[in-house]
Every structure is written in C-alpha cells, then in structure tokens.
Nanobody
Framework: QVRLVESGGGSVQAGGSLRLSCAAD?????MGWFRQVPGKQREGVAV????????AYADSVKGRFTISRDNAENTLFLQMNSLKPEDSGMYFC???????????????????WGQGTQVTVSS
C-alpha cells in the first residue's frame, strides 16, 4: 500500500510558476502526475520511472514542466513554468507498484492515487 499526499497547488497568473509535491510512504515502479478538468477524463501530464530515472511528458507541457524525485525523502515533484490557462485543473499524483504492458498514459494502470491539488491559471 502506497499513500500519496499532494501539495503546492494554488492560483497563479499566466506565465507564472508553481511547484507541486507528492509525499509517498512506499516505493513504486512508476510515478507521475495526471490532471482533470470537471466533465473531462483525467489526462497524463508527466511520468517518472523510478528505477531507470527516465521521464516522459505530454506534448502540451514539454519544455515547460519538469518531473523529478527526491529519493531520500521519497517525494515526487512537478515544477511548472510558463503556466497557461489551459493548464488549470486538479492535479493528481499517481503511482504503480507493478511493471505493466501498455501505455503509461492510461489512468487505469495506476494502483495508487492521491486526492489531488487544485491549480488555477488566470489570464
């Protein structure tokens, strides 16, 4: 069982920055961030393979967001720069303790989800 607790969300004007944190109390094969707008399916933002130290980003955030992990404190981060209004949404920290086939952008593969932290970007 892995418990995930997000923090760092808030309101910011377009062009600003936020840094999200996710504290985990267990180890996972893959961790990441998904976001959701009301009435829309959750979509992947960035993922991080803990063993390999590799990451992947949605095209819409590549070059602006950076995912990283502090191994000593078992905390996942998402540095978000040059924020746009379309980045607004509830951001969820996700983790999966299993190696699985298929896309890491599929929400249903992750067996652990945080409760989310709200990000609002105004123009």
């Amino acid at each position: 069982q892995v418990r995930l607790v997000e923090s760092g969300g808030g309101s910011v004007q377009a062009g600003g920055s936020l840094r999200l944190s996710c504290a985990a109390d267990g180890d996972s094969y893959i961790m990441g961030w998904f976001r959701q707008v009301p009435g829309k399916q959750r979509e992947g933002v960035a993922v991080f393979y803990t063993g390999a130290g590799t990451s992947a980003y949605a095209d819409s955030v590549k070059g602006r967001f950076t995912i990283s992990r502090d191994n000593a404190e078992n905390t996942l981060f998402l540095q978000m720069n040059s924020l746009k209004p379309e980045d607004s949404g509830m951001y969820f920290c996700v983790a999966d303790t299993y190696v699985r086939a298929g896309s890491h952008w599929r929400p249903s593969r992750y067996n652990h989800w945080g409760q989310g932290t709200q990000v609002t970007v105004s123009s």
